[in-house]
């Protein structure tokens, strides 16, 4: 926010927010014109607060902030979107849970990104309107390391830069993409990945949401690339992420109620 403003007028969407004091909360908000801020709400945990509906996580709200002394104070505000199908289904809330956490993870308060701010946006919304999760996650995953600078390698060997062939191959999560068979077979670290989740790999990255969502993935595939992604972001990180394991629990959940009889 410049020094000569006061308040700025801004869409954002809640990461997550912590009680302060008796009545007032602070919120972790991504937001269209200043990237990652934290703002207090003051007074928001009273009954009568009318910023309180607004602000939760995942909501898609407009709202208004002010320079404090030391936090930005959030005003007013309004949601945009709720999207209340995340918060009428598990599954779907865990999906949204580990959309919001990897962006919190890979963000700092360092500045307007209007790409990540849309990209969160639409991936909620898609969500919300009932798209393929796993598409939605794993389209999600590799726009995100465009954005963050975290590309993967995969038209090149990222050891010895020779041209993929059309045959499985390998993946180093230190060298940041995928290895050919000859630099695979010397690092005990690379992962193998066959050529057909790597071919849709290299789709997720040179198309639109919507030239990927015409692809027609097998679900073993969505796996193998979940569990490849899943790797090479807890190194990225250097450390796990939480909402996978919340994820995989409800999922597990929704299958027994689904299919009581192979309890």
Avoid at 238 to 259: C, I, Y
Wanted: net charge positive; charged share 25%.
């Amino acid at each position: 926010m410049p020094a000569q403003e006061r308040s700025i007028r801004t869409e954002g969407v809640v990461l997550r927010h912590s009680d302060w004091g008796e009545a007032d909360r602070i919120l972790t908000i991504f937001t269209r014109q200043l990237g990652k801020v934290q703002a207090i709400a003051k007074g928001i945990r009273k009954p009568r607060s009318r910023k309180a509906g607004h602000l939760e996580p995942f909501m898609h709200t407009s709202m208004l902030l002010a320079r404090g002394r030391d936090l930005l104070i959030l005003t007013q505000a309004e949601a945009v979107d709720v999207f209340e199908p995340l918060r009428q289904d598990l599954v779907l809330l865990g999906y949204a849970a580990y959309v919001i956490e990897l962006l919190d993870r890979f963000t700092y308060e360092e500045g307007e990104n209007r790409s990540l701010y849309n990209l969160l946006v639409h991936t909620l919304a898609r969500l919300s309107r009932g798209d393929n999760p796993d598409l939605v996650s794993r389209y999600y995953e590799i726009r995100l390391l465009d954005l963050v600078g975290f590309r993967p390698q995969l038209v090149n060997c990222a050891q010895c830069d020779a041209v993929i062939q059309a045959q499985d191959q390998y993946f180093s999560a230190e060298r940041g993409g995928a290895l050919c068979p000859a630099c695979g077979r010397k690092d005990p670290a690379a992962r193998p990945i066959s050529i057909t989740a790597l071919k849709y790999l290299r789709h997720f990255q040179r198309s639109s949401y919507r030239a990927a969502g015409r692809a027609q993935i097998p679900g073993a595939i969505f796996g193998e690339i979940e569990n490849l992604m899943q790797h090479y972001l807890t190194y990225l990180l250097e450390r796990g992420l939480n909402s996978p394991a919340f994820l995989r629990r409800v999922k597990r959940q929704a299958q027994r109620e689904e299919n009581p009889s192979e309890d």
